[in-house]
């Protein structure tokens, strides 16, 4: 989800010659920066999204296609990354569909590293194959979000405090979705970070109350936060492993969010 | 009079202390200008006070799992005249935003509540707080008034013991004989409350000290990432003492009442601060001292001692079921802003290979 404008910057640059993402430079942002607002009215720039795709499959193609022709020093492949950081699609998806979100990373890396270990063409190509479909699946899933969002069933994507123990868990739940983000991005110290500081800044404010209402839940939770996934990233498990993890965390969150619900409305008034 | 008991802070304050809080702990003379001598006034309902009138913008340290939320709430509800508006945040990103606005000649916030003292301390030493009317300061113990902010509830610094396998005479008074007492310790070295107590230990004790008991701790303790964890250790007896604020003991046991664990507590040492969260005005007016004043009425300090086990510091409140007697408590004599000058606490866990 943070991308920053340095990252961004000479992506944009290509976009911007090709005159075919020129609305890119006009998005207004939120308060922090990192996340355009483009991500709370996804049905007004659906057209631009898929325009999105469609490019980036090309831009991929045109690396396998240098690879064909000229082999590893003629293909560039770590310029998927770039194509990739610099459409807004990127963060669509992120902030909607994270197993997808990391699926699309999976893929990129799945075509960088075949031809960065010179693989022959038919295996790259495989590796291409498996990008878009992904690719076009999350296209797909963002249609269906943007759906949701004019039905008005999701909030509005912004980084916002919360107010009641239950917020809390949901800010919980997708910090650690940006776990699994950036642990499929390949930066497994900034998702071990995440859980750290979720941990520390976020779990730690409820889990007082939590115990009060389920002790074993907690050990469980304390585990999940201390060892479980900071050791699955550290041994180097799939995307998949610890996505695995996570959707685990995200069950007992969801008990815990309904134990504290429970108890808050069974509190007395202060007054 | 660093190290000090509660008979002779009786001799202060007066035997008033007795009726609930914390009683009669010295008073920091310098701050108060004699106010040690007045008499103790039980805290004020709620129903004494004037209603509150016009916009009011509050910063909000979070990180107390939405309890003050529930006063805010109640106070918006009785006031219907008030527009509150808040700003929420972690307590030191906030009181580095009110610090940054005042330098820039804007005071945004016109009141800041905050869970930790220490964030309260470094808008208090920017000069971006306001002085407090006596007769509010007064209301609390005599020993938590400041000039220019409120202490409002506590915590106090304990050693969680596994009862299974000791009691509290096996668990050392001297914090800085822990390291060598032979148990099996717990502690959580990145917790910012277990960092205010080295803070504490560090101006009581001196830096060299300090480094010493770090270093012996780091040697036999087993690091747990909060202090909660370091209790459920304890209790699962993982290890058979360690460091922690009082309140996670209280709530680990009513959650499960048989647990295996209580709580010792040194004396006259770090190791049994009480350190408190807070509340100033950063901006002039009876407003922002009129809902300072609703923090320390009885329902609301009954409301947080009951609901998240913190230790009410206004006169005739009871503390939270389950603390030992108040009585057999002596915490040293420290004025909690002082607890802000956290970086040079940092830099002697880095230099123990603590942190």
Same mark, same amino acid.
């Given at each position: 989800?943070?991308?920053? *404008?340095?990252?961004?910057?000479?992506?944009?640059?290509?976009?911007?010659?090709?005159?075919?993402?020129?609305?890119?430079?006009?998005?207004?942002?939120?308060?922090?920066?990192?996340?355009?607002?483009?991500?709370?009215?996804?049905?007004?720039?659906?057209?631009?999204?898929?325009?999105?795709?469609?490019?980036?499959?090309?831009?991929?193609?045109?690396?396998?296609?240098?690879?064909?022709?000229?082999?590893?020093?003629?293909?560039?492949?770590?310029?998927?990354?770039?194509?990739?950081?610099?459409?807004?699609?990127?963060?669509?998806?992120?902030?909607?569909?994270?197993?997808?979100?990391?699926?699309?990373?999976?893929?990129?890396?799945?075509?960088?590293?075949?031809?960065?270990?010179?693989?022959?063409?038919?295996?790259?190509?495989?590796?291409?194959?498996?990008?878009?479909?992904?690719?076009?699946?999350?296209?797909?899933?963002?249609?269906?979000?943007?759906?949701?969002?004019?039905?008005?069933?999701?909030?509005?994507?912004?980084?916002?405090?919360?107010?009641?123990?239950?917020? *809390?868990?949901?800010?919980?739940?997708?910090?650690?979705?940006?776990?699994?983000?950036?642990?499929?991005?390949?930066?497994?110290?900034?998702?071990? *970070?995440?859980?750290?500081? *979720?941990?520390?800044?976020?779990?730690?404010?409820?889990?007082?109350?939590?115990?009060?209402?389920?002790?074993?839940?907690?050990?469980?939770?304390?585990?999940?936060?201390?060892?479980?996934?900071?050791?699955?990233?550290?041994?180097?498990?799939?995307?998949?492993?610890?996505?695995?993890?996570?959707?685990?965390?995200?069950?007992?969150?969801?008990?815990?969010?309904?134990?504290?619900?429970?108890?808050?409305?069974?509190?007395?008034?202060?007054? | 009079?660093?190290?000090?008991?509660?008979?002779?802070?009786?001799?202060?304050?007066?035997?008033?202390?007795?009726?609930?809080?914390?009683?009669?702990?010295?008073?920091?003379?310098?701050?108060?200008?004699?106010?040690?001598?007045?008499?103790? +006034?039980?805290?004020?309902?709620?129903?004494?006070?004037?209603?509150?009138?016009?916009?009011?913008?509050?910063?909000?340290?979070?990180?107390?799992?939405?309890?003050?939320?529930?006063?805010?709430? +109640?106070?918006?509800?009785?006031? =219907?005249?008030?527009?509150?508006?808040?700003?929420?945040? %972690?307590?030191?990103?906030?009181?580095?935003?009110?610090?940054?606005?005042?330098?820039?000649?804007?005071?945004?916030?016109?009141?800041?509540?905050?869970?930790?003292?220490?964030?309260?301390?470094?808008?208090?030493?920017?000069?971006?707080?306001? =002085?407090?009317?006596?007769?509010?300061?007064?209301?609390?113990?005599?020993?938590?008034?400041?000039?220019?902010?409120?202490?409002?509830?506590?915590?106090?610094?304990?050693?969680?013991?596994?009862?299974?396998?000791?009691?509290?005479?096996?668990?050392?008074?001297?914090?800085? +004989?822990?390291?060598?007492?032979?148990?099996?310790?717990?502690?959580?070295?990145?917790?910012?409350? $277990?960092?205010?107590?080295?803070?504490?230990?560090?101006?009581?004790?001196?830096?060299?000290?300090?480094?010493?008991?770090?270093?012996?701790?780091?040697?036999?303790?087993?690091?747990?990432?909060?202090?909660?964890?370091?209790?459920?250790?304890?209790?699962?007896?993982?290890?058979?003492?360690?460091?922690?604020?009082?309140?996670?003991?209280?709530?680990?046991?009513?959650?499960? %009442?048989? +647990?295996?664990?209580?709580?010792?507590?040194?004396?006259?040492?770090?190791?049994?601060?009480?350190?408190?969260?807070?509340?100033?005005?950063?901006?002039?007016?009876?407003?922002?001292?009129? $809902?300072?004043?609703?923090?320390?009425?009885?329902?609301?300090?009954?409301?947080?001692?009951?609901?998240?086990?913190?230790?009410?510091?206004?006169?005739?409140?009871?503390?939270?079921?389950?603390?030992?007697?108040?009585?057999?408590?002596?915490?040293?004599?420290?004025?909690?802003?002082?607890?802000?000058?956290?970086?040079?606490?940092?830099?002697?866990?880095?230099?123990?290979?603590?942190?």
């Amino acid at each position: 989800m943070h991308r920053s *404008t340095e990252r961004r910057s000479a992506p944009r640059r290509v976009l911007r010659l090709a005159a075919i993402f020129s609305f890119l430079a006009g998005g207004s942002a939120l308060a922090d920066g990192v996340v355009g607002e483009h991500v709370n009215d996804l049905q007004a720039h659906l057209d631009e999204y898929t325009t999105e795709v469609n490019w980036l499959i090309e831009q991929v193609d045109g690396i396998v296609d240098a690879y064909e022709a000229g082999g590893l020093s003629a293909a560039r492949p770590e310029a998927v990354n770039d194509h990739w950081e610099a459409v807004d699609f990127h963060s669509a998806i992120e902030t909607n569909y994270v197993p997808l979100y990391a699926g699309i990373w999976q893929g990129l890396y799945g075509v960088r590293q075949a031809i960065e270990k010179e693989q022959p063409v038919d295996a790259v190509r495989a590796e291409q194959v498996k990008l878009e479909q992904t690719l076009w699946q999350a296209l797909g899933a963002v249609k269906v979000a943007a759906q949701f969002q004019q039905r008005g069933l999701v909030p509005a994507v912004a980084h916002t405090e919360a107010a009641t123990p239950m917020e *809390t868990i949901d800010i919980i739940k997708r910090e650690l979705e940006r776990v699994v983000a950036k642990y499929a991005e390949q930066l497994p110290d900034e998702a071990n *970070t995440i859980v750290q500081e *979720t941990y520390l800044n976020r779990f730690e404010g409820i889990e007082g109350m939590l115990i009060e209402q389920d002790a074993d839940l907690v050990v469980d939770l304390e585990l999940d936060f201390n060892v479980t996934l900071p050791k699955s990233m550290q041994d180097g498990a799939s995307v998949d492993e610890v996505s695995g993890v996570v959707e685990a965390m995200h069950v007992k969150l969801d008990r815990a969010r309904g134990l504290l619900e429970e108890a808050e409305a069974n509190r007395a008034d202060v007054f | 009079m660093r190290r000090r008991h509660f008979i002779g802070a009786l001799a202060t304050a007066g035997a008033a202390g007795a009726l609930g809080g914390i009683p009669g702990w010295p008073v920091h003379a310098s701050e108060t200008g004699g106010a040690a001598k007045a008499t103790l +006034a039980d805290a004020p309902s709620v129903e004494s006070l004037p209603s509150l009138e016009g916009k009011l913008t509050l910063y909000l340290g979070t990180g107390e799992g939405g309890l003050y939320e529930n006063v805010l709430k +109640a106070i918006e509800k009785r006031n =219907p005249g008030l527009e509150l508006g808040i700003r929420r945040g %972690p307590t030191a990103a906030l009181a580095n935003a009110i610090v940054a606005e005042g330098q820039a000649g804007v005071r945004r916030a016109d009141v800041f509540w905050a869970v930790d003292s220490g964030a309260i301390g470094l808008v208090n030493e920017a000069g971006l707080a306001q =002085p407090l009317p006596g007769d509010l300061t007064g209301l609390l113990d005599p020993v938590f008034r400041y000039e220019r902010w409120a202490p409002i509830t506590g915590r106090v610094r304990s050693v969680p013991f596994h009862t299974g396998r000791f009691s509290a005479k096996d668990v050392p008074t001297d914090i800085m +004989a822990l390291p060598e007492s032979g148990l099996r310790l717990g502690w959580a070295p990145a917790y910012a409350a $277990f960092q205010s107590f080295v803070t504490a230990m560090r101006l009581l004790e001196g830096e060299e000290r300090t480094a010493a008991w770090l270093q012996a701790m780091a040697r036999n303790a087993r690091g747990y990432a909060g202090e909660l964890g370091v209790v459920m250790g304890v209790e699962r007896g993982e290890v058979d003492a360690g460091l922690a604020n009082h309140y996670y003991t209280l709530r680990l046991k009513a959650g499960k %009442p048989d +647990a295996a664990v209580d709580m010792a507590f040194t004396r006259g040492d770090a190791g049994c601060l009480v350190n408190a969260s807070g509340v100033l005005a950063v901006n002039e007016g009876e407003l922002a001292v009129n $809902f300072i004043r609703y923090l320390l009425t009885r329902e609301v300090q009954s409301y947080l001692a009951r609901e998240a086990a913190e230790i009410p510091l206004v006169h005739g409140v009871a503390p939270p079921d389950g603390l030992p007697p108040l009585s057999s408590l002596s915490p040293p004599e420290l004025d909690l802003t002082r607890l802000a000058d956290l970086r040079p606490t940092l830099d002697l866990m880095r230099d123990a290979g603590v942190l």
